[in-house]
């Protein structure tokens, strides 16, 4: 096991590298280069200059590629050109928010997912495998955004049932910890608090679900009915096990290594997922930070996200492969 | 129906019927196959027939549009104030009111049917050429080429993994900043974001396909490899690759909406497509809710269709579903 973990996060390396050659080959080709990159459209020729001249633009590339790696790996990321604070400053306080989102949306996927694309499976033909197929496609179908828009319209602005924007009610005055609301709330037993985080959650959270969910529901679904045809399951039947046995033995405990995988791939999707849904809600969260900042054209901000989700997709794959181990463990072996 | 004719004549028969039969198999290839039970398939009917409807409204809708597309005509009348919050609804005249330029909607949607066909066809061309020949030469190399061939593989498929590595969104954003908003951004954005998809697909059902006995058999009779890879391996393995496409081009116009929701979109809003026109409707969505629901509803049911006929396509085209 041991040298499984030590040998994957060896071939993280070549990826990471290969990212970071990208990254800096797109930070120098961007429209007028990394001094617009630093100071917007509006620098004299003087200060594009001199900020050539600070950043080494002069040197020899290889120089320049060393001192933009070690800048990244002390996560100096930049200023941004629009609210001229550090980015990785910027983020850290935004990341809280992005996160608790991004999870809701996993719980509400995977909480919701496999259980309705086993019982899908089992009920094979009947009413309930075709709604959860039939709207499964249409999740997959709807833009994110204007799914957003829709929730919001439907049980925000009209029944009121949920909070329109935001990540809390101001007026609670929560007091602010780790600056993830919840657990905030939690912590300082401020229940009041908590409770209205997760109120502001649910709305964006079924959003951000809604693809996740629906390729999920089709992944487990047709995990399940493969493994139900296989020989074991009917071996394990006739030798008179009880059917919750086989159903959480046997079944289950196979037909999860496609969705575990699929899990992991789509956390990159969930991440630029909350690019839109936070836009649509104002959720102060990384999202609607870095939606602004496309149209601000705030580069550094842009690279920063970039980075940060590749670096994030890479680890959730990797305790992927883990948890996948840990599950089948015939992978361990190979 | 067998006339009796002894023992010798019954020989006959039969062999006549295994000769049929022999015939027979020979003659219903993968796609023949696969097209028969397509048929049979009512998803996949009801796919065919909306984008049978798609793309003839795309490609013949233009010409017989009631007004044009970018002429103000609601405002010219007075109708359209869009200021005050007017904007007249659907009407006998103009079948789905106007939108906050005071332009005919309907007219918007038909000839914005042609630009998102356009914008997913180009798209999802660029992502399967460029990942097909990526994919293509990994996987000719994988499965035939040695030392050497393992090494091309994996240096290309590292590359790829790369890009897969980089949420679809956020590397169609990355090159849209490099080459600034316009429609042919879009494209290329959307149709890199799936170069990554094709190239793992095309490779993996091309290791699939060397393994066979074909492959080997070619090999024993001294057939050269890249005429191998070309002539047996490549054809055999197009299946997943053309259904992918199916089902690449509804993300496709999906993306490209999310796009021009981020702004990243054809700055020229008078080109009407449906992605823009969605985008474009968000400040009007309180007076005007139509006007993001017709392009959204567009989309949604296009998208669909391209998904509904793709699947039933990967099912047709499953090996393991076939007789």
């Not at chain 1, 200023?79 to 001229?84: G, Q, V």
């Not at chain 2, 006339?3 to 020979?26: Q, S």
């Not at chain 2, 097909?132 to 035939?144: D, E, H, K």
């Not at chain 2, 509804?250 to 809003?269: H, V, Y």
Request: hydrophobic residues 50%; charged residues 15%.
């Amino acid at each position: 096991m041991f040298r499984f973990i030590v040998r994957r996060l060896l071939q993280l390396i070549p990826t990471l590298f290969g990212l970071s050659i990208l990254l800096f080959i797109w930070l120098r080709r961007l429209p007028g280069g990394p001094e617009t990159a630093i100071l917007g459209e509006r620098g004299t020729p003087e200060m594009r200059a001199e900020i050539r001249r600070n950043l080494g633009l002069d040197e020899p590339i290889l120089v320049q590629y060393g001192r933009f790696v070690r800048r990244m790996l002390q996560l100096d990321l930049g200023t941004s050109t629009s609210t001229k604070r550090a980015v990785t400053t910027e983020f850290l306080e935004r990341f809280p928010g992005t996160v608790e989102l991004t999870v809701t949306g996993m719980i509400i996927a995977i909480g919701v997912g496999i259980p309705l694309g086993y019982l899908a499976a089992r009920k094979r033909g009947r009413m309930l495998d075709h709604l959860s197929v039939g709207g499964s496609l249409i999740g997959i179908c709807i833009p994110v955004f204007f799914l957003a828009y829709v929730l919001k319209a439907i049980f925000a602005e009209n029944l009121g049932w949920f909070p329109a924007s935001g990540r809390q009610d101001p007026t609670i005055g929560a007091t602010r910890v780790t600056n993830f609301f919840v657990l905030d709330g939690l912590m300082t037993r401020e229940w009041d608090a908590a409770a209205d985080a997760v109120w502001h959650l649910v709305l964006p959270g079924l959003a951000l679900a809604s693809i996740p969910l629906a390729i999920i529901v089709r992944i487990t679904r047709a995990s399940v009915l493969e493994v139900l045809n296989e020989d074991f399951v009917r071996t394990a039947e006739a030798k008179g096990l009880t059917e919750n046995t086989v159903r959480r033995r046997h079944v289950l405990r196979n037909a999860m290594l496609p969705v575990v995988t699929s899990i992991g791939l789509l956390t990159g999707g969930l991440l630029s997922g909350a690019v839109l849904t936070e836009t649509v809600f104002a959720f102060s969260g990384i999202g609607a930070f870095v939606a602004d900042s496309i149209s601000q054209r705030d580069y550094p901000v842009l690279m920063g996200f970039i980075l940060i989700i590749a670096v994030v997709y890479v680890l959730v794959n990797l305790i992927v492969d883990l948890s996948y181990s840990l599950i089948d463990p015939r992978v361990r072996v190979r | 129906m067998t006339v009796n004719l002894g023992r010798k004549g019954e020989k006959i028969d039969r062999l006549a019927e295994l000769a049929a039969v022999r015939d027979d198999e020979r003659g219903v290839s993968l796609w023949q196959e696969a097209f028969r039970r397509l048929r049979r398939n009512p998803a996949a009917i009801v796919g065919a027939v909306i984008l049978v409807i798609f793309v003839l409204v795309a490609l013949v809708g233009p010409f017989f549009v009631p007004y044009g597309p970018t002429d103000s005509i609601g405002i010219r009348e007075g109708l359209v104030r869009s200021g005050q919050g007017i904007i007249p609804g659907p009407s006998g005249e103009h079948w789905l009111g106007f939108d906050h330029q005071g332009r005919d909607v309907f007219s918007r949607m038909v000839v914005g049917a042609r630009q998102t066909l356009l914008v997913g066809v180009v798209s999802t061309l660029i992502g399967l050429a460029v990942g097909a020949v990526i994919g293509g030469v990994a996987g000719a190399a994988a499965g035939l080429g040695g030392r050497w061939g393992r090494w091309i593989d994996s240096t290309l498929m590292r590359f790829v993994d790369m890009l897969l590595a980089l949420p679809s969104l956020l590397l169609a954003v990355s090159i849209a900043a490099l080459l600034g908003a316009s429609l042919t951004t879009v494209m290329i954005a959307v149709g890199v974001v799936s170069v990554p998809v094709f190239a793992r697909l095309l490779r993996g059902s091309m290791i699939a396909q060397s393994n066979s006995d074909y492959v080997l058999a070619a090999t024993s009779l001294g057939v050269r490899k890249s005429k191998i890879a070309l002539t047996h391996v490549v054809p055999n393995s197009l299946a997943p690759v053309i259904v992918q496409a199916t089902l690449t081009l509804a993300t496709a116009i999906i993306e490209a909406a999310a796009l021009s929701f981020l702004g990243l979109g054809n700055p020229d809003s008078r080109v009407p497509e449906w992605g823009v026109m969605l985008a474009d409707a968000q400040p009007y969505l309180g007076i005007r809710p139509g006007l993001a629901i017709y392009p959204a509803v567009g989309i949604i049911i296009t998208a669909l269709g391209f998904t509904l006929l793709g699947e039933a396509m990967r099912e047709a085209l499953d090996p393991k579903l076939r007789k």
